[in-house]
């Protein structure tokens, strides 16, 4: 905590002066009744401070929240300032000094998610340095699981039909904060989305599309074949309306969208089996590794996913395989995805090895999940 570390494990307190609500302010002394830091208390969190001061003690309120709301601004402004891009995650938790909190602004909107009960109580301060620095027109609030808390409006008014429509370097995008996954958008692929649009061939298979960020991507770059694969039906049909909403653009009209609904593992088995071929294909599947003893797991099934991708890929095509699991190393990742090329036969060339966007910036090792490797097969 010392070196600026925003938890504080229940395991690691010895001594409660008295009992909190959750988010009431926490002050840490050290052994030598030292002031060390103030955060946050969360009464059944495993984290039971969310730490936002240290140092030198300070007030936890409205001003330190501007602050740290003006800061974060600051750090984004060369995307807040792109027209092309309205979709901007503003803060991200630890990294920008809000233990526990996310927000991303699609367009003029704001979706809040926290991950503690602690901020239940703070969220009117929150908001207002939110509103004070973005003016946005409205805030929805939406919880982890673990919080005992149902979406709601914080400010303003949220769209009737749930959906935010936003743009990524000129194309169109619709959020569902309430439907979806994350805040409604996988916005920190922004980056591999682009450089696949920069790299993509002609036929293109999209795994664990989810709403076909990728896939998109990959048509405004010129690819004439998309296919994207998802177990979810909801999320397929949002590819093609993603696809609808762009057809103006004469790339994306051009390109021929497939959506195939199916478990990603048996799905490329079956489009092996059966020929097909693709010059470039994007596997981004869900976190395999919720805990440290899940890693090792996780590993296999990227190496599986390589295998089957390999199969599938045309001689000379490109591969884009992501892990959001911040508990796979990336080095690990790599190291197996190129083991397993290797053994297939197919030593990968690299292209690029991608990590965070600039919104989504690792100040503490727990906050990098997301890698990804580039790299063309012979
Ligand atoms: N690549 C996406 C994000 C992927 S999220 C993007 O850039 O937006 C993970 C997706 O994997 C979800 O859409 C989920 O429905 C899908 N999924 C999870 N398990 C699956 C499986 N076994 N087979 C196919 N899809 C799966």
């Known amino acids: ?35 060390l830091a103030a955060g946050l ?17 300070a007030p936890i309120g409205a001003e330190l929240f501007r602050r740290l709301v003006a800061d974060a601004v600051t750090l984004r402004r060369p995307l807040l300032d792109d027209p092309a891009t309205t979709g901007v995650r503003i803060l991200y938790g630890e990294s920008d000094g809000f233990s526990g909190v996310v927000a991303d602004l699609y367009g003029e909107h704001l979706v809040v998610k926290i991950y503690s009960p602690a901020w239940i109580p703070r969220l009117p301060e929150l908001a207002e340095a939110l509103e004070a620095e973005l003016a946005p027109r409205s805030i ?8 005992a808390q149902e979406p709601a409006v914080v400010l303003g008014e949220f769209p009737a039909d749930e959906t935010l429509p936003f743009v990524e370097a000129g194309l169109h ?38 709403t076909g960020g990728f896939s998109l991507a990959a048509a405004a770059g010129g690819a004439t074949e998309v296919t994207s694969l998802d177990v979810s039906e909801a999320a397929l049909a949002q590819a093609d309306r993603h696809f609808e909403l762009n057809a103006h653009l004469p790339a994306v009209a051009a390109t021929r969208h497939h959506t195939l609904r199916g478990d990603a593992f048996e799905a490329m088995e079956g489009l092996a089996r059966s020929g097909t071929r693709f010059d470039t294909v994007v596997v ?27 199969r599938v890929l045309a001689p000379g095509g490109l591969l884009l395989q992501a892990s959001c699991s911040s508990r796979v190393s990336a080095e690990d990742l790599f190291l197996r995805i190129h083991q397993v090329a290797r053994d297939a036969g197919r030593p990968l060339e690299e292209v ?6 600039l919104d989504h910036p690792v100040r503490i090792p727990e906050n990098a999940y997301l890698k990804a490797l580039l790299a063309r097969a012979p």
């Open 352 to 357: 690029d090895r991608t990590g965070h966007p």
């Open 173 to 210: 995008y619709e959020a569902h904060p309430i439907q979806g996954h994350k805040t409604g958008f996988y916005l920190d692929q922004r980056d591999n989305r682009a450089r696949l649009g920069q790299l993509t061939g002609p036929r293109v298979l999209n795994v664990f599309s989810y």
């Open 284 to 310: 981004d599947p869900p976190s395999f590794a919720k805990e440290a003893r899940q890693a090792a797991g996780a590993l296999d099934q990227y190496g599986r996913l390589t295998r089957l991708a390999l």
């Open 140 to 147: 929805l609030l939406l919880a982890a699981r673990r919080v």
């Open 41 to 57: 208390w969360d009464p059944e969190g495993p984290i039971r401070v969310r730490i936002l001061v240290t140092g030198k003690p």
């Open 1 to 35: 905590m010392r070196a600026g570390h925003p938890w504080l494990f229940a395991s690691s307190i010895r001594e409660v002066n008295r009992e909190g609500r959750a988010g009431d302010p926490a002050v840490i002394f050290d052994r030598k009744n030292r002031f």
